[in-house]
Nanobody, 125 residues
Framework: QVQLVESGGGLVQAGGSLSVSCAAS????????MGWFRQAPGKGREFVAG????????NYADSVKGRFTIARDNAKNTMTLQMKSLKPEDTAVYYC??????????????????WGQGTQVTVSS
């Protein structure tokens, strides 16, 4: 079955950097648009970043643009999110997701078929 497993979350001070990863199995990874979403306590899930099947197209939420970088390695079935200049408001559970939709990047969580279990990122002030 399809599995998406996030790793790399943790506690970091404001202004610091952190990288989270997503390892995919049970699917042809290169056939899927991939995305990162996050959910903070008491808030809804929000799109963070998305990447096309080839990795040639990316899209970022305005709140993370210039600070976060999404990348994928189709040979290793992995995706990463490098985060720098972290802020307390970046604190959330971060989820990776896979979408089969015929688009370069998919922003809507409802269009993703597979989700990981999430990894906690906490930014202290």
């Amino acid at each position: 079955q399809v599995q998406l497993v996030e790793s790399g979350g943790g506690l970091v001070q404001a202004g610091g950097s952190l990288s989270v990863s997503c390892a995919a199995s049970g699917l042809t990874f290169s056939n899927y648009v991939m995305g990162w979403f996050r959910q903070a306590p008491g808030k809804g899930r929000e799109f963070v970043a998305g990447i096309s099947r080839s990795g040639g197209n990316t899209n970022y939420a305005d709140s993370v643009k210039g600070r976060f970088t999404i990348a994928r390695d189709n040979a290793k079935n992995t995706m990463t999110l490098q985060m720098k200049s972290l802020k307390p408001e970046d604190t959330a559970v971060y989820y990776c997701a896979a979408s089969p939709k015929p688009a370069a990047v998919v922003l809507s969580g409802g269009l993703y078929d597979y989700w990981g279990q999430g990894t906690q990122v906490t930014v202290s002030s």
